[in-house]
């Protein structure tokens, strides 16, 4: 938000007054969307969500609704987990260190005309996404609700994901930056802690392990003139190629491929004004008990005629949170950008 500057010595005092109002009117009106910077930061983990709601709704569709939304699946993960883990509070409890979660669902029922949803950042807190739900009456709020439920995740699921992109800037790991950007001509962030495990022509391995889980981040390109085709069925083609000759499991016979018993989940997102395909699902290791969770972007290098793979995956097999991991990897993916 741009601050407003005015110069008003020559103005009487109660002009004064009246144009100090009118600045804290437009200050809150050029808030709407994003609040000047913040001096505090947000609380709360990854993934948790404050959902500020009027106990009149206890048992009634508005709430029913509200919660469903919160506590879908996480995709493809081994175990069930939540998308988000939830804190409900009423609109009177919302103050104090509540006004600096990471990520807030207001739902407001008043007098309008049409429901609308605001989308809000860093409103009393860095770090923070806030969505402000306005409606009039319940069957009002469900068709709203429903048609920006997609746009409401989005805004809250990958903002918190750029939230902890962000916070990995602190601890980047510099010298790993210099290495991808020469050799794959992308900016990434790469916390420190990761180990570069594996490189060779077009395939590079880092790898953090910690408390019995192990965090993985590849790097693959192909030339654009070998791939038939970018559908769903090609991608997981191409994710096996690379698995299959550069990812081995722990004996010599044993190396990584997806789980085929188990749907893939695509779709298209724009980040840093990259056109990405994603895709998530389930990895194991052919001749060997073990698995875990992944998430691939694909990505067109055209100005190189390349097709760039990178992959974040999990092997957390005594970790009940594993929802917690792959946000982790998916911020370092989350961070990439074109040099």
């Not at 009106?29 to 709360?44: F, P």
């Not at 085709?229 to 990584?256: E, I, Y």
């Amino acid at each position: 938000m741009k601050t407003l500057l005015y110069t008003y010595q020559n103005i009487s005092a109660f002009r004064k007054m009246l144009f100090i109002a009118f600045l804290g009117v437009m200050l809150i009106a050029a808030c709407k969307t994003q609040s000047s910077e913040n001096n505090i930061r947000s609380i709360g983990a990854p993934g948790e969500l404050l959902i500020v709601i009027d106990p009149s709704f206890e048992n009634t569709i508005v709430k029913e609704k509200v919660i469903e939304f919160a506590t879908q699946e996480f995709p493809c993960i081994p175990q069930p987990e939540p998308t988000f883990r939830i804190t409900t509070i009423t609109p009177g409890d919302f103050e104090g260190h509540f006004k600096t979660y990471r990520n807030i669902l207001i739902i407001n029922q008043s007098i309008i005309q049409k429901a609308q949803v605001k989308y809000k950042r860093n409103v009393w807190a860095n770090g923070q996404q806030v969505v402000e739900v306005d409606f009039s009456g319940a069957e009002n709020f469900v068709n709203m609700f429903e048609d920006n439920q997609t746009q409401i995740f989005n805004h809250l699921y990958y903002g918190d994901i750029n939230t902890l992109a962000n916070a990995n800037k602190k601890g980047a790991d510099a010298a790993t930056a210099r290495y991808i950007k020469n050799k794959y001509n992308l900016d990434i962030v790469i916390p420190q802690g990761y180990r570069l495990v594996k490189d060779t022509l077009g395939f590079t391995w880092f790898r953090y392990d910690k408390l019995e889980t192990i965090q993985s981040v590849i790097f693959h390109e192909f030339n654009l003139d070998s791939i038939q085709s970018l559908s769903t069925s090609d991608l997981v083609a191409l994710r096996n190629r690379v698995s299959k000759k550069f990812v081995p499991g722990p004996n010599s016979k044993s190396f990584m491929t997806t789980e085929d018993r188990l749907p893939v989940v695509t779709q298209q997102i724009m980040n840093q004004d990259m056109d990405i395909i994603e895709m998530r699902g389930l990895w194991k290791v052919d001749g060997y008990f073990m698995g875990g969770p992944f998430v691939n972007y694909f990505i067109k290098d055209e100005a190189n005629h390349k097709l760039i793979m990178i992959e974040g995956f999990v092997y957390a097999p005594k970790k009940q949170n594993k929802a917690y991991y792959v946000r982790q990897v998916e911020s370092i993916l989350h961070s990439l950008k074109f040099s």
